[in-house]
């Protein structure tokens, strides 16, 4: 088996093939003096099974994966696994309003289209979009490394920003043997929400908040601070995707949390916790 590691994801591709123990090629990417990506994979014929790792996001990046895929199609790679650890215009995954793109399930359809065997994600936002793939999908969900990495670290209450995200905090929670509870969330606009006053008791405890994405960080900073108007001793978070838009990081550093953490499937200095050994075991098991 041969791994490959796109523009996005280098660290995280180079700690799945150590986990697999199989040899691992970087792809060298770049862009035309037009703005067009041009990548390229050195290498000999695979004859090989092949596991790209790559995410589809900004569009630059989606782009590239499509020319991996095609890269490796004319290498003759045996079977194609497409390790996608954020998969990009995922939360548009159906119509809002008349007249919109279904954008999760079209792209989808446009990977499936160049070609692959078995696509695997990350706390992807809906599973269902992924059924728009013809071939095997797994997506896989990031509360046990989440659970490991604070196992030790004095949580005592594990939290979802809205009722939609409660299983991930009763997962995590479950796994830390700690109690679980989940706040509620209205959305008022693409940059803001409105947080109900936390009705659980909060005070001097230790809170963890858990959330598939941060992107611009208005959720979790609005829940920081509904917890910390209710007594919270600490508030953390930890998501899957660290999006970290509009200086999100910066925010967040100047809010009423004490620790923002998230996994790797986006490099940030906020990635400290490693999918590698997840996703490895996946692709293990085939
Ligand atoms: C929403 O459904 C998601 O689970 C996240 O809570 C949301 O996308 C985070 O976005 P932001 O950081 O911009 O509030």
């Known amino acids: 088996m041969i791994v490959i590691g796109g523009s996005t994801s280098e660290v ?38 092949v596991v790209i790792v790559q995410n589809t996001f900004p569009d630059d ?16 790679a045996k079977k194609v696994t497409l390790v996608i650890p954020y998969f990009g215009y995922a939360r548009q995954d159906r119509l809002f309003n008349p007249g919109e793109p279904a954008s999760a399930i079209l792209m989808c359809k446009l990977l499936d289209s160049v070609g692959c065997d078995h696509v695997i994600t990350i706390d992807i936002h809906k599973e269902a979009v992924l059924d728009a793939f013809t071939c095997k999908h797994t997506d896989l969900k990031a509360a046990p490394v989440i659970a490991d990495y604070f196992k030790d670290k004095g949580i005592d209450l594990v939290l ?26 209205t959305r008022l606009s693409g940059t803001e929400v409105k947080i109900a006053p936390a009705t659980m ?20 900073m609005t829940a920081a601070q509904a917890l ?15 999006v970290f838009v509009n200086n999100a990081i910066e925010k967040l550093t100047h809010s009423a949390l004490d620790k923002v953490l998230c996994c790797n499937t986006l490099e940030s200095s906020q990635s400290e916790i490693s999918v590698a050994k997840l996703v490895a075991d996946a692709i293990r098991k085939g």
């Open 12 to 49: 995280l591709a180079k700690q799945i093939a150590d986990e697999l123990g199989c040899r691992y090629i970087q792809a060298g990417t770049r862009k035309f003096p037009d703005g067009e990506v041009y990548t390229r994979v050195e290498s000999e014929d695979f004859n090989d099974d």
């Open 61 to 76: 990046k989606l782009v590239e994966m499509f020319l991996l895929q095609d890269i490796v199609k004319g290498l003759k």
């Open 160 to 185: 979802s920003p809205d009722i939609g995200a409660a299983n991930r905090a009763k997962d995590v929670g479950e796994r830390m043997g700690k109690d679980y509870d989940h706040l509620n969330k």
């Open 201 to 220: 008791d909060c005070k001097d405890k230790n809170i963890l908040i858990v959330d598939d994405m941060i992107s611009t960080g208005g959720t979790i």
């Open 228 to 242: 910390r108007d209710a007594g919270a001793k600490s508030v953390s978070v930890a998501c899957t995707h660290g």
